[in-house]
């Protein structure tokens, strides 16, 4: 599509993943968030959380299916708002349920399992997040960079238990179900991509690479 190789194309794109930011924050100042501002906020900073990182991961599986090369375009973007709103959902918990004492936020991580595993998530979405740019792919070089970046799928595992951890609780798994299912879609094709016979195919009649000469 044209559209998406239009110079005003990403400055839309950005526009459009602040705007969950700008409606929480005006809503905090507002006085528009409910009874519970400060859960509305850890909450809504963890769903927005899990949103990008289905959209990111949705990026390779649309621009392949549906021929839209330019999509890649957007993909380190889109990574980028999912950690932020990843980290503003640590910063809401640490300010709100902890008031930024730390000794005690290292404690909680480390009593509660649904924090640890979701802040461990948040420890590899940072990695990503600081090597995703281009000087960080040529000091790692492409190979590692690819290997070091499939970490993703263990972002999405761990998410998924976070959330799964946190709901279970109140025994409400609806959403939790919905977000692992479009996860477990996302992750099943890119297994299919690979180990499906047309992928062998494609493999086998790539042209060899040239070795190193020691």
């Known amino acids: 599509m044209r559209v998406l190789l239009h110079p005003a194309a990403k400055?839309?794109?950005?526009?459009?993943?602040?705007?969950?930011?700008?409606w929480l924050t005006w809503g905090a100042f507002a006085n528009t968030l409910g009874a519970n501002p400060a859960e509305h906020l850890i909450r809504a900073t963890g769903d927005w959380t899990l949103r990008f990182l289905c959209i990111v991961l949705a990026v390779t599986p649309l621009r392949q299916l549906a021929g839209w090369p330019a999509l890649a375009r957007f993909r380190r973007m889109l990574g980028l708002f999912c950690w932020f709103y990843g980290a503003l959902h640590l910063l809401c918990y640490a300010w709100f349920d902890m008031g930024f004492e730390w000794p005690e936020i290292a404690t909680d991580i480390a009593k509660r399992p649904f924090i640890l595993v979701g802040f461990l998530g948040l420890v590899l979405l940072?990695?990503?997040a600081a090597t995703s740019f281009n000087r960080a792919i040529k000091a790692l070089g492409a190979r590692r960079w690819q290997v070091l970046h499939r970490a993703v799928y263990a972002v999405a595992g761990l998410a998924i238990l976070h959330f799964f951890w946190m709901r279970a609780g109140k025994n409400d798994f609806a959403e939790v179900a919905l977000y692992a299912a479009i996860l477990g879609v996302l992750l099943a094709w890119r297994l299919w991509r690979r180990f499906s016979p047309a992928a062998a195919t494609r493999r086998a009649s790539a042209p060899a690479r040239p070795r190193a000469r020691g």
């Open 126 to 128: 940072t990695l990503l």
């Open 11 to 22: 400055p839309l794109v950005f526009a459009l993943c602040l705007l969950p930011f700008v």
